[in-house]
């Protein structure tokens, strides 16, 4: 970006595009200039760890998936060589030198910045020897050790073991050539030159080093893990706060090398504090220690090379204090987040502002919303965060900025309209068979004219023909022209595989006139050339094996229908909490209708009980605004003290029945979605003298206290973190707690310096930049105590009345006593009625109680049933600040639907023959979904009927029904038995 002029919903902005010098319009994605291109440079996206050609794509999957040039390595390019071998060889004339850098003009509503992160770089850690020990490694290059797509393919080596082939190889080769230089000099008769000895000599002592060296290389079988490299630092690197997401990587790392490893792996982990504290995280740390992972509660000293082999020696202090040394195969260090230097100046450019840590500020209340009205960041790039987190913020900021731009609306939509569908009820069948080559994919392996010769001699088949890319544009152009003058009606294409392509040739069928389900595909590329690469026969005779099939089942399958249903552009919220207000407020101010359910007699929810945010931002003041917009806001109906007694219908025309507390009396509310944002609870303990003693608070409960007598003139106070949570019952962190509590913990001492302040812990979770809350109250002269699972602290009362609580310090490893004038338990955080409300919604719940995702990292605030989202703590326990994030990205993905006037319902659906089924219901448990339905059709007589809005296709029901009644379109057993008969009889 080279600047940006204007104001919010009148931008105008300059982006400097650099060449590719590939044009991607072409581009067909084969790798023949790759493979062909003689330069080999370092891999950047490998970490360095591997080698990639001057002409390349960045990675498999990149978006777009076209090649480009590296120019400042190329030959050809800026060099004054000559090369041009990629523009040679490319079969779809896509490589153009000429490309030219070009200055975009463009107009826009928003900006939204998305520019994330740079890992921590520890080379100037001297003690962890990362700059000269080449097993020394970052989590990033130990994550593409692990990938299948990586420099080792996925299989565990150490780098010092990598290479070792090729530079003997090379070696060899100098040797070879210093020896005919040796042969010559002696065929003329003089003696041989000393100097080509000496280096003869040298070159077979390093091979015979090298040798021995790949002798000895093996796999690594004890990895160690560093945490906090670059996280949670001052001294070094200024890097105060907490990376939030190393120790779950490094525990996922650690899992998966004991995956890969083909023996006994043994893995151990170094860290502070262990924070798992989002969805699940929890449980996946136990299961790590079940797995055998060691967890080393120590910050590493040192790590000092191993005289005489390439392992490793770390000297650190155990938990008992005691000084310990430990050898490993291999130390990965779990760098952290950092903003990029280049964020700095982009920020100066667009005017907005950055904190302390060089990350774009933004406020709890608008956590997407940058200083800038119009411009919103999302990511990492304002403060470390996970996947789950960056993918919500993603939504959050499409949301936001949707409220902003709703006027504009479908204003620049072009939309793309099908030629009619043809009626080929009544054609005798004509079946088209299109090879593809696909430059070296298939062809260097299968024979394809061999392929093609024998397609010409299946039945109904009436055209075959031979393409060099059938996925380029060229061809799919080709191939509309011959189905209109073959008078085709249905289509094979034996090429990639259909999990990629189909999607593309289905639409190419539409154009054609025909409908999309009159189309088979044969992955003759990942189940021929790919897998037999080494037996040509095998895969020629695999592929007209796969031909002969996907013809045979071609013949039988028939167009679908692909009903559209109109979206009825309104939305249900459930819950009036913070997450609920600000998803329906979202939707209201891009023009959609919203309704607010809620079970109380007020807006707010778990707000409520809260004052201030981790940022002393005023929750009342805020809450106070939020419901006052809600309640004049003519888009929003709020239903008070109501809750949901039925739910039913499908995306885009949903039917729900609330019904009033203490009242019989109903209404049915029509939408086109729904987001369920019902929020979650503080337990109740009985734990610590909760609900005995009245000067025992669970921790909002002090909010409220905040003014008393009790509170204000206390001398002492203990905060105990972790009632109920982490615990066999409810294994879940509640992630809130620790930074309430030391928030409260700084309070009280800023009210009173000379208060004895207690946290009585398990693991500090102040992730991200809440470390720098947890660094301020130790500045304080707050008193952190960690407790274990086994010796929870005792509280009791004396006999004069007073607090005693009791536990083992785990430095001094003896028992001492704490009299407090108060006591706040950190109490777990559960949902209360989800169950009954999943039931209702058809949606899932976690192990925990929470409601679950579709997926947890790709689709957080979704759920498997189209058109219902989620958000708020009723997905999980989270602070203010991301629950307004989420509530803004389930109103974005809500917008998706809601923005459309109809939605195409797919053809590949169940089915029911009526006349078969003796309406038992087992369709009906067995559908994830809920799309079977049992209906009276006389009295007393049922069958079940499939609402195709909801079905998937996944053929659940045609498996469980025991009358072979149900079945799915386009998969009839006809169809597959058909398949079968042809793979077997040749």
Same mark, same amino acid.
Not at 142 to 148: G, I, V
Not at 335 to 349: D, F, I
């Given at each position: ?907 590949? %659906? !169940?089915?029911?023959? $009526?006349? =078969? @089924?003796?309406?038992? &219901?087992?369709?009906?448990? #067995? *559908? +994830?979904? /809920? ?11 049922? %069958? !079940?009927?499939?609402? $195709?809005? =909801? @079905?998937?296709?996944? &053929?659940?029901?045609?498996? #469980? *029904? +025991?009358? /072979? ?18 793979? =077997? @009889?040749?």
């Amino acid at each position: 970006m080279e600047s940006l002029d204007g104001e919010e919903g009148h931008f105008r902005v300059k982006i400097l595009q650099k060449p590719r010098y590939v044009d991607l319009d072409k581009c067909i994605s084969c790798g023949a200039c790759a493979e062909k291109c003689p330069t080999v440079v370092i891999d950047a996206f490998n970490e360095g760890l591997g080698k990639r050609k001057a002409i390349y794509k960045y990675y498999a999957q990149a978006i777009p998936s076209g090649y480009a040039i590296d120019a400042e390595n190329c030959r050809q390019l800026g060099h004054g060589k000559k090369c041009g071998i990629c523009a040679k060889v490319c079969p779809a004339d896509a490589v153009n030198y000429e490309q030219k850098e070009q200055l975009l003009d463009l107009e826009v509503g928003a900006v939204i910045l998305a520019t994330g992160f740079k890992s921590f770089d520890p080379s100037r850690f001297d003690t962890y020897a990362y700059s000269n020990h080449p097993n020394v490694v970052t989590a990033m290059e130990f994550e593409r050790l692990l990938s299948a797509g990586g420099p080792t393919g996925g299989h565990l080596k150490r780098p010092s073991d990598m290479g070792i082939g090729e530079e003997i190889e090379k070696a060899e080769k100098e040797l070879q050539k210093l020896q005919r230089q040796l042969n010559q000099a002696e065929e003329k008769g003089g003696e041989k030159p000393p100097e080509i000895m000496k280096k003869k000599e040298h070159l077979e002592s390093e091979i015979a080093r090298l040798r021995k060296k790949q002798a000895d290389a093996h796999e690594p079988k004890r990895i160690a893990w560093l945490q906090c490299v670059g996280s949670r630092q001052l001294n070094n690197c200024d890097n105060g706060y907490c990376s939030g997401v190393c120790c779950m990587y490094a525990i996922k790392e650690a899992v998966i090398a004991k995956e890969h490893a083909k023996g006994d792996l043994e893995a151990a982990i170094f860290f502070m504090d262990m924070r798992t504290y989002g969805k699940e995280f929890e449980q996946y740390y136990n299961r790590a220690k079940e797995l055998g992972i060691r967890f080393v509660r120590s910050r590493v000293h040192s790590v000092e090379s191993v005289a005489g082999s390439d392992d490793l020696r770390l000297a650190y202090v155990n938990d008992e204090g005691v000084k310990m040394e430990d050898e490993f195969d291999l130390v990965v260090l779990s760098t952290g987040l950092e903003s990029p230097p280049e964020v700095r100046e982009l920020a100066k450019k667009l005017g907005v502002e950055l904190n302390d840590y060089n990350f774009v500020a933004t406020s709890s209340f608008s956590p997407v919303q940058t200083s800038r009205p119009g411009i919103y960041a999302c990511g990492v790039l304002q403060g470390p965060k996970d996947i789950p987190s960056s993918v919500m913020e993603a939504s959050a900021v499409a949301g936001a900025a949707a409220s902003k731009l709703s006027d504009a609306r479908h204003t620049l939509v072009h939309e793309k309209t099908f030629p009619p569908e043809r009626d080929i009820r009544e054609e005798p069948t004509r079946i088209g068979v299109f090879v593809c080559n696909c430059g070296v994919n298939i062809s260097n392996v299968v024979r394809v004219p061999e392929v093609v010769e024998y397609a010409k001699t299946l039945p109904n088949v009436a055209y075959v023909q031979e393409n060099l890319f059938s996925c380029s544009q060229d061809a799919q152009d080709k191939l509309v022209r011959v189905i209109k003058e073959q008078n085709l009606n249905r289509v094979v294409v034996a090429a990639c595989s259909p999990r990629t392509h189909e999607p593309l040739f289905q639409e190419t069928l539409r154009n054609s006139s025909l409908n999309k389900y009159l189309f088979e595909q044969a992955n003759i590329r990942d189940q021929c050339s790919w897998v037999h690469a080494s037996d040509p026969d095998r895969a020629t005779e695999k592929a007209k094996d796969l031909v002969r099939m996907a013809v045979a089942r071609a013949a039988l399958i028939e167009p679908l229908p692909m009903p559209s249903v109109p979206v009825n552009p309104a939305a249900l919220v459930v819950g009036g909490g913070v997450a609920g207000m600000v998803s329906a407020l979202t939707l209201a101010k891009q023009g959609f209708k919203a309704h607010i359910v809620e079970e109380k007699e007020r807006l707010g929810g778990h707000a409520l009980k809260i004052h201030r945010t981790w940022k002393n931002e005023s929750v009342p003041d805020f809450l106070g605004d939020l419901i006052r917009e809600v309640e004049e806001n003519e888009n929003i109906d709020v239903y008070l003290g109501a809750r949901v007694k039925n739910a039913g219908g499908f995306l885009g025309n949903f039917k729900t029945t609330i019904v009033s507390n203490g009242s019989e009396s109903e209404r049915e509310l029509e939408h086109g979605v729904t987001i369920l944002a019902t929020g979650a609870h503080s337990i109740k303990t009985d734990e610590y003298l909760y609900g005995k003693n009245e000067r025992v608070f669970r921790w909002h409960e002090l909010d409220e206290a905040w003014e008393s007598d009790l509170v204000k003139n206390a001398r002492s106070a203990v905060f105990i973190q972790c009632v109920g949570s982490r615990e066999p019952d409810r294994p879940h962190c509640s992630r809130l707690c620790c930074t309430f509590s030391i928030q409260k913990a700084v309070e009280l001492k800023e009210r009173n310096p000379d208060m004895d302040v207690y946290v009585l812990y398990r693991d500090i979770r102040t992730y991200g930049e809440r470390e720098d809350l947890y660094k301020e109250a130790r500045r304080r002269g707050v008193i952190f105590i960690r407790y274990g699972l086994e010796q929870k602290p005792v509280v009791k009362e004396s006999d004069g009345g007073a607090l005693e609580v009791t536990l083992v310090d785990h430095i001094l490893r003896r028992p001492i006593v704490l009299r407090p004038d108060f006591i706040t338990l950190a109490t777990a955080i559960e949902t209360r009625g989800a169950e009954e409300l999943g039931q209702l919604f058809k949606v899932p719940l976690s192990q925990d109680g929470f409601f679950l995702e579709v997926h947890m990292k790709l689709r957080p605030v979704d759920f498997a049933t189209d058109g219902i989202f989620l958000c708020g703590l009723a997905h999980y326990p989270k602070p203010i600040d991301e629950s307004i994030a989420q509530a803004q990205a389930a109103a974005a993905r809500a917008a998706t639907i809601l923005a459309q006037k109809s939605i195409e319902v797919e053809g590949v %659906v !169940s089915q029911v023959d $009526e006349s =078969l @089924c003796r309406g038992c &219901g087992e369709c009906v448990q #067995a *559908c +994830p979904y /809920g799309a079977p339905q049992l209906v009276e059709v006389s009295e007393g007589v049922y %069958v !079940s009927r499939i609402q $195709e809005a =909801l @079905c998937k296709g996944c &053929g659940a029901c045609a498996v #469980a *029904c +025991p009358t /072979g009644a149900a079945a799915i379109r386009h998969f009839n057993d006809k169809e597959v038995l058909t398949m079968v008969e042809a793979a =077997l @009889c040749k």
